[in-house]
């Protein structure tokens, strides 16, 4: 019985690299499976599928007309997941993210590991399983970890994706560290955006303190590029929060090329954002040096603060 599997909502390059590798690995071993996505591939992933000439994957907004069960990779959480998650059997789980809102009605594979990218607890699984990786495959999933661990400067980046991405190179035959800054740059050519699909791209909710929070994350080599469009994007997302009901709205602008990161806040609770991360809001914003991750450096402050 064929199953679906994909990543979270406004995927990024582990969300769909992720879903095809795990896909490829659950084939192998004698499943059918098809790696979809639930949204579009952003700029930086249009650029790593291009460089290894893969098809993106067709995007599905439910699941549940097609399939009886599906597999979820790079996240659980129900709200991140294809709308009628609750109508499907979820069979498997492959993720590096906690664990929340997330129940099943029968036993399944879960397999999650506190690594910086689900593509490496991926590869570990193509390891224990004894099936090679193969080249094109491996290109796309070194690319999923440069993006996550952002070339090993996140805080999430551990031994193991380090490991697996220079494994991964030499099967794929590239040399990563170029290669990755590259792909990483790619991902910052944010002229032809829209402040609407800036706030959209890679953001996630989050229930917090009985609020909806919402946190987006746009990665630059120019904050004040970004800031220039503030109130356009301020705008965008007050009419954001009206229309989905985010009590809390926050987007994280991150210089890729000195890890630091701007926040602009919008909605309430406000102070508690200021107590999260022991700082002043000034006009909304607070600059936090050092912060790239909102896994680990955002999203744990913000609910020990609510």
């Not at 200021?274 to 912060?291: E, I, Q, S, W």
Request: glycine letters at 4%; charged letters at 25%.
């Amino acid at each position: 019985m064929k199953e679906l599997v994909f990543g979270h909502k406004n995927p990024d390059t582990d969300a769909i690299v992720a879903a095809k590798a795990f896909s490829y690995l659950q084939n192998q071993l004698g499943a059918d499976t098809e790696a979809v996505a639930l949204g579009t591939p952003n700029e930086e992933t249009k650029f790593v599928l291009d460089y290894f000439k893969e098809p993106a994957p067709r995007i599905i907004k439910t699941a549940k007309n097609e399939v009886a069960a599906v597999m979820l990779v790079d996240h659980n959480e129900a709200q991140q997941s294809v709308d009628d998650i609750a109508e499907v059997q979820v069979t498997h789980v492959v993720d590096h993210h906690r664990i929340a809102n997330f129940e099943t009605a029968a036993p399944l594979f879960y397999h999650a590991e506190p690594l910086g990218c689900c593509s490496t607890v991926i590869y570990k699984l193509f390891k224990q399983n004894e099936v090679t990786v193969p080249a094109k495959l491996a290109g796309l999933m070194l690319s999923a970890i440069i993006s996550d661990t952002l070339l090993f400067k996140s805080p999430t980046t551990t031994a193991q994706d380090e490991q697996a991405v220079k494994e991964l190179a030499k099967i794929a035959g590239v040399d990563y560290e170029t290669y990755g800054l590259d792909m990483l740059k790619a991902g910052t050519n944010l002229g032809s955006k829209t402040e609407e699909e800036l706030i959209t791209a890679d953001a996630k909710s989050f229930e917090m303190g009985g609020k909806k929070v919402r946190i987006d994350q746009v990665n630059t080599v120019d904050l004040n590029e970004v800031f220039a469009r503030e109130a356009a994007l301020r705008t965008a997302i007050e009419k954001q929060n009206k229309e989905n009901g985010y009590d809390l709205f926050l987007l994280m602008v991150t210089n890729i090329m000195n890890s630091d990161t701007r926040l602009l806040v919008v909605g309430e609770p406000q102070e508690t954002v200021a107590k999260a991360f022991n700082v002043k809001l000034v006009d909304n914003k607070a600059d936090l040096p050092g912060v790239v991750s909102r896994k680990k450096q955002v999203v744990p402050p913000l609910e020990k603060a609510f």
